[in-house]
Nanobody, 116 residues
Framework: QVPFVESGGGLVQPGGSLRLSCAAPGSIFRIFGMGWYRQAPGEQRELVAAITRDGSTNYADSVKGRFTISRDNAKNTVYLQMNNLKPEDTAVYYC??????????WGRGIQVTVSS
């Protein structure tokens, strides 16, 4: 069973926007802060945005001011609003707890491609 289900990705032109959604297991969502990660081809997976249980947020410098993470505690869902997308944002995006490790259980991720 896939523990996290990401959706909302796709192909978008530079400067465009996408909103990612992630349905998370309640057992994780209720206890941990949540994060969005991405992995570009040939690169390691990196944390780009995180949100605590009480809504405090933190962002990687590369996405600060363009991405917004939020969570709906009633739906066990975390979102990532991505604006002013750039080609370097192209990657597979994953959600997980904000302290997930490479050997944690991961979902399939969702492809985001920014290209003209």
């Amino acid at each position: 069973q896939v523990p996290f289900v990401e959706s909302g990705g796709g192909l978008v032109q530079p400067g465009g926007s996408l909103r990612l959604s992630c349905a998370a297991p309640g057992s994780i969502f209720r206890i941990f802060g949540m994060g969005w990660y991405r992995q570009a081809p040939g690169e390691q997976r990196e944390l780009v945005a995180a949100i605590t249980r009480d809504g405090s947020t933190n962002y990687a410098d590369s996405v600060k001011g363009r991405f917004t993470i939020s969570r709906d505690n009633a739906k066990n869902t975390v979102y990532l609003q991505m604006n002013n997308l750039k080609p370097e944002d192209t990657a597979v995006y994953y959600c997980n707890s904000a302290t997930a490790r490479s050997d944690s259980r991961w979902g399939r991720g969702i492809q985001v491609t920014v290209s003209s």
